[in-house]
């Protein structure tokens, strides 16, 4: 059985991925400076980093319309593709998701929705799995299993260096923002099952890449087969350091590496990156390596 898989451009997969295996990827709408954008379409993520530190208001992020995913649903089922999985950014996060299950209901042909419970290439790890197992011929409802169970074992950190952008979309109020500021303190975010929870703080910017190593350590056991993914705001020195060390204490299957877009970024601010560990057993580790992937 040959299935299609579909997701949305908060996973912040590059065309290059989406091309070699078969993704087709809806966008999101970004509004600012009183425009409105495509996701990755007519604004790619670097520009909007780029005029983020200059833009007054917050920027406004829309999940695309069920009549988007119809769309892209219909005219995969029309090329021959047998079934659809479509897996997204977290429920509790966008709407995207919903519309994505709307649509689903009206396609005339089999499709299946996931909420990834993550973001950014915390749900394009799930997207990178999907298509590989969909290229071993894994059937729909097989690939639905999987993704789900997967998603559970999923964790993102993430580091923003300034608190500046929690404090201007209202993730934290200002005298935070500002006492924060004061002591250099950092927060370190964790994306588990769909929810952003304060995860660590740390003073300095030269202990996030050890705090991170730390919380990593406390739910994945060294020597353990892991995909991993870095998300980025703009390129540091640590962020090579980090995927070494990861490299150092772990079985790395394999990396994704991009730069987080407008949907999150506009919340974390220039300059902030995350690490995306989907720690898997060892059967995963054989599924995920099988001939054909």
Known sequence: MSIAVVTDSAADLNPAFCEQHRVSVVPLTIEYGGQSYQDRVDLEPEDFLSDLPHLRDVPKTAAPSPGAFLDVYQRRLEA???????????????????????????????????????????????????????????????LAAEVTRLKSQLFALAAPVTLEYLARGG??????????????????????????????????????????????????????????????????DAHQKLMDAVNDRYQVLGWLEGVIGPVISTHVGPGAYGLIMLPLTHDQKEQFQEVGS
């Open 80 to 142: 021959g593709l047998q079934g659809i999985l479509s897996v997204h950014l977290a429920g509790g996060l966008s709407a995207t998701v919903r519309a994505a299950e709307a649509a689903s209901r009206m396609v005339d042909g089999p499709v299946q929705v996931v909420d990834g419970e993550s973001a950014s290439l915390g749900t394009g790890l799930l997207v990178w799995w999907a298509a590989r197992r969909a290229a071993n011929g894994v059937s729909l409802d097989g």
């Open 171 to 236: 993730r934290i109020g200002q005298a935070a923002r500002l006492v924060g500021t004061l002591l250099d303190m950092k927060p370190i975010l964790i994306l588990e099952q769909g929810i952003f929870r304060p995860e660590r703080k740390v003073r300095g910017e030269q202990q996030i890449v050890p705090a991170m190593l730390a919380s990593a350590a406390q739910r994945v056991p060294a020597g353990s087969p892991v995909l991993a993914a870095l998300g980025h705001c703009g390129m540091t």
